[in-house]
């Protein structure tokens, strides 16, 4: 540990009397940016550094100034990268290590001795916080633009996030290695570069989440937190507090991204915004050569003589893995929360962890960033945003790919795979596991209908009708209406959001001058004001006893519909025992029991703000077998704490909650933006 804090007090002082990177340095193993004053490693030291996409690609030499010039944020023309220096944080300390994500890059597991532990994760501090680099990391921000909320924004890039380098492992694979929030960056705009420890919880454990869930997903190996601190204004409504800076380090194949394709876009027709590359069709050109060589080399081997049936190859592909990816999210009740250009990965993986959600109470408009006030990414709607956002990806490809090209296998291609992908899964999380047949669409819809009028819970329902059909109908049907929507839930959830004097001078508006409503953008928001004023009156005179009767109505019409569907899966089958053995297997391959819900994430927030890492460690463990059954592991881990009572007041970390349980009250109240 000694030997540590001194290499740490070294990195600091060594930040402080760097001169500016002009120069590129050599190639891997070695990096003139990791200089002699770099503490050198122990635990990290097998890391291999390989850096191709620096080689491949252009890299900006920062211009000559001032200390900290590399940084200053401006246009960066021509490059696809920047190189870039971390910037020292004030006693980092890990809150947290997957070691699943860390096994990838060839990290064995924790050693089981206590002070051997506290020495890697001091190590684990020191680099991944970016105080320290490893040899070999070439740290750089990466060049992109975006469609932001349907508007073309022009260069954005990595404000907060650096690559560090392309770590190669023994069994021959290579992992892209990132640090969000270590510093300023020319992207940061006017921004700090840094992340808090709010976001950074929510981030490193969704990304690890999503991955034990099986969706395809960028990794999250370590968070670490500080004592420097950054003022946020959390909601935007003027009250700004200070929050304690924190690191994640992220792994993934690559971070490049639709809008990596963007830089080349010329001025926007709307927003009079361009990219900063115009007309240079050589990186373009450069860039789908890098990519489709190192992501896609079988499309490479195909098309080696044929660039423009390489590109189209290489579109239709990212055009699958999309509409394969949003198919997942839809079937686990995923939402992104911010799917612009730029959060859209081109090897499709979930990227880019925001003001996401999972769904509780089913809701198909269902909103989960307080920031999109129009719902353009709300639940339903993030398969057409995904298809749009392909098209953006078409246009940034010509010339290299023709457009027509490109509209046609988008048009051939997405909604295709996206549907058969989504059927082919909700089949699964219904066990029908033998003969597909037409009415099996008409099955979900329905299913997803009356989840929809109960007010059901996403999660819990599709777990209960694992261990459908039930001896006793009355008791199973007892355990699905108890994950409805209570009278005070949908009390809460339709409460108008508009001062009655705002919705008096819309309706107004409405009436006298329908363009302008239109054109200043709160036609939506209008309707869907009126329709929570109709929803909330009608359940003014609904008592708790006629809504139960109806939610179990609902339900049993539908399962009636169900158990019919399994009758013929089961006569398809002919083995009835081999069927049930298999249904049972997928179902409980397909429905998970745990998924990170927003007032699990604020628990573990809540906690690691007050100091206790524990229920970040804790909840991240639970994330790691979100399939497992009662009995196993997880149960386990989840009754190591005594629940408690939820109550209306104090912390989320003070009220503790089962993980599995239908959310308490106050955590429809949450709020992410």
């Known amino acids: 540990m000694a030997v540590l804090r001194v290499a740490l007090a070294a990195s600091l002082a060594a930040a402080r009397t760097r001169p ?82 860390l096994a990838l890059l060839g ?96 981030e490193f454990l969704c990304s690890e989440a999503m991955f034990h869930l099986g969706i395809p997903t960028t990794r999250a190996g370590a968070c670490v937190t500080s004592q420097s601190s950054v003022e946020r204004d959390v909601f935007y409504d003027g009250n700004p507090r200070h929050e304690q800076c924190a690191v994640v380090l992220r792994v993934a194949p690559t971070f490049l991204r639709f809008g990596s394709f963007e830089i080349f876009k010329s001025s926007d027709e709307h927003t009079g915004r361009a990219g900063p590359s115009v007309g240079r069709n050589d990186i373009r050109v450069q860039m789908l050569d890098y990519v489709i060589s190192t ?140 003969a597909e047949r037409e009415e099996d669409s008409a099955l979900v819809a329905r299913l997803l209908e009356t989840m929809h009028l109960t007010g059901a819970d996403f999660t819990n329902s599709f777990y209960l009708l694992s261990s459908f059909p039930a001896e006793d109908l009355d008791e199973f049907l007892a355990a699905l209406t108890a994950q409805c929507a209570s009278l005070e839930e949908l009390r809460r959830a339709f409460r108008p959001q508009m001062d009655p004097r705002q919705l008096s001078m819309m309706l107004m508006l409405a009436q006298s001058n329908p363009q302008l409503l239109a054109l200043i953008g709160t036609r939506a928001s209008l309707a869907r004001e009126l329709e929570r004023v109709e929803r909330l009156s009608q359940l003014e005179q609904l008592s708790p006893a006629e809504l139960h009767g109806r939610n179990r109505s609902r339900w049993a019409d539908w399962l009636l519909e169900y158990r019919a569907r399994l009758e ?34 604020q628990g573990a927030i809540e906690a690691a703000e007050s100091g206790d890492f524990s229920e970040v460690r804790r ?39 089962s993980y599995s349980s239908k959310p308490p009250l106050w955590a429809a109240e949450l709020c992410v933006t």
């Open 107 to 202: 990290l064995g597991a924790p050693p089981a001795d206590a002070a051997a532990r506290e020495a890697r994760e001091a190590e684990a501090a020191l680099f991944f916080s970016g105080n320290a680099l490893l040899p070999g990391a070439e740290p750089a921000a990466h060049c992109y633009c975006g469609h932001q909320f349907g508007q073309f924004a022009g260069q954005l890039g990595d404000g907060a996030a650096m690559y560090l380098g392309e770590v190669c492992t023994a069994a021959g694979e290579r992992w892209e290695l990132q640090l969000k929030g270590a510093g300023p960056t020319p992207f940061s705009r006017q921004a700090d570069g840094r992340k808090v420890l709010r976001s950074s919880i929510r």
């Open 295 to 434: 992501f896609y080399p079988e499309i490479q081997a195909t098309h080696a003589s044929d660039s423009v049936q390489r590109h189209a190859a290489f579109f239709r592909e990212v055009t699958r893995r999309t509409a394969q990816l949003v198919a997942e999210w839809q079937c686990v009740g995923f939402c992104h929360g911010v799917l612009n250009t730029d959060n859209m990965s081109i090897v499709g993986l979930t990227i880019d962890y925001g003001p996401f959600g999972f769904l509780d109470r089913y809701d198909p408009d269902h909103v989960c960033n307080a920031s999109d006030t129009a719902g353009r990414y709300s639940y339903s709607r993030q398969p057409e945003v995904c298809k749009w956002n392909l098209q953006k990806l078409a246009e940034a490809l010509e010339p290299a790919l023709p457009l027509e090209l490109a509209e046609a296998v988008l048009a051939e291609e997405f909604d295709a795979e996206f549907r058969r992908h989504y059927l082919q899964k909700m089949r699964w999380k219904l066990g029908l596991v033998r």
């Open 20 to 101: 500016p990177l002009g120069r590129r340095p050599p190639p891997a193993p070695c990096s003139a940016s990791a200089g002699a004053m770099e503490p050198e490693p122990r635990w990290l030291a097998g890391l291999r550094f390989d850096n191709r996409a620096l080689r491949a690609l252009p890299v900006e030499t920062p211009p000559p100034g001032p200390e900290g010039a590399p940084s200053a944020p401006r246009p960066v023309p021509g490059a696809c990268f920047s190189r870039v220096r971390p910037a020292p944080l004030r006693q980092p300390r890990v809150v947290a290590l997957s070691e699943p994500a």
């Open 568 to 601: 013929k899966d089961q006569e398809a089958a002919g083995d009835t025992a081999a069927w049930q053995a298999e249904r049972v297997r997928v179902m409980h391959a397909n429905n998970p029991k745990y998924v990170l819900r927003n007032y699990i994430a």
């Open 619 to 657: 909840v991240l463990k639970l994330l790691e077998t979100p399939y497992r059954r009662e009995g196993g592991a997880a149960e386990a881990h989840e009754a190591a704490e005594p629940e408690e009572a939820s109550g209306e007041a104090g912390g989320a970390a003070g009220r503790r909650h």
